[in-house]
């Protein structure tokens, strides 16, 4: 059960109660740190349920994430999430970041494989010494510690996945080597999570799992992570935007409309909260939330 100050997010559920969660990254700079600090200074009123720090490529940023998640155990009242990846990292390194998080007061990851460095279609091959599959990290996570541990889940299944039921048989090992919860991609459709539902659901999934949402406010932008990550913007989607190309201003309150479409079309479709990818900044979800007459 994810650990923090007051009650778990399943209580949350269980009570009635919708889970709001915030996604961060960890910032490269001063200035970037300076902003993300502002993000959560404003998100804090809004008592989410966790708020999350990705987990980088490689490099300083993969102990920026610890660092950071630890100062919001330590400084505010936010319940952190430390996502982890088994990219580059033997299982040695892994037990020793796992470490780190508890030392830091980080009781929550977010355990993940990761991508090729050539990106997510790309063959995959793991560390000499390493974890193959995010399944395996789940149980490294239950077992060392005490950690509550989330995963990832795909709404039109993850772009290698050999078919969406093997998708949701993998999602199926994640919950029984001791995931609790899974938080999804972006999803641009309540459809495509209602059938990710279905699918889980069919194999005997029954861990909450949390859309996630990523307003767009800037269609480049957004497009290019979609198609990174294999499933691009859906046509509709970018018919309702396209009029505004030339008009930022316009765009950005269209994008919040849909955003906050889509959240209610969400939570129609059985999602048990809502998950936010904010890109360190805190505007556009305090836009959806006043859009979703949530206030803090
Ligand atoms: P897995 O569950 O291991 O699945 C990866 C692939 O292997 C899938 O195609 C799956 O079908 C297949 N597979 C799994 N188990 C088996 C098996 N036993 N046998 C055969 N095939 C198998 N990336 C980052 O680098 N840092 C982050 O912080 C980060 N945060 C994310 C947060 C969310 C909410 C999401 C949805 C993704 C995030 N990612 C992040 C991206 C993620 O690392 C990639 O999508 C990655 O390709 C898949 O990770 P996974 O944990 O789902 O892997």
Redesign the pocket.
Known sequence: MIQGRGRSMRQRIEDGERSFSF?FFPPKDAEGEEQLWRAITELEPYDPTFVSV????GGSSRDTTVRITGRIARETSLVPVG?L?C?GHTRDELEAILDSYAEAGVANV??????PEDG?RAD?TPTEGGL????ELVELASRRGDFAVA????SLG?????SLE??AR?LL??QQAGAEFA???MVFSADDYAGLLERSAAVGVDIPLLP?IMPILNLRQVSRMAEL?GHPVPDAVRARLTPYEHDPAGLRAEGIAMAAELCEALLDAGAPGL?FYTLNRSRATREIFSALRISV
């Not at 193959?132 to 399944?135: D, G, I, K, P, V």
């Not at 993850?158 to 050999?162: F, G, Q, R, Y």
């Open positions: 996604e990705t987990y980088g490529a996502h990846t990219v977010l355990a993940l494989r990761g991508d997510p995959w193959s599959y995010a399944s995963v990832a889940a795909f993850h772009p290698s996945a050999a093997e998708d993998v090992a994640k938080i999804t991609d996630g990550s998950h």
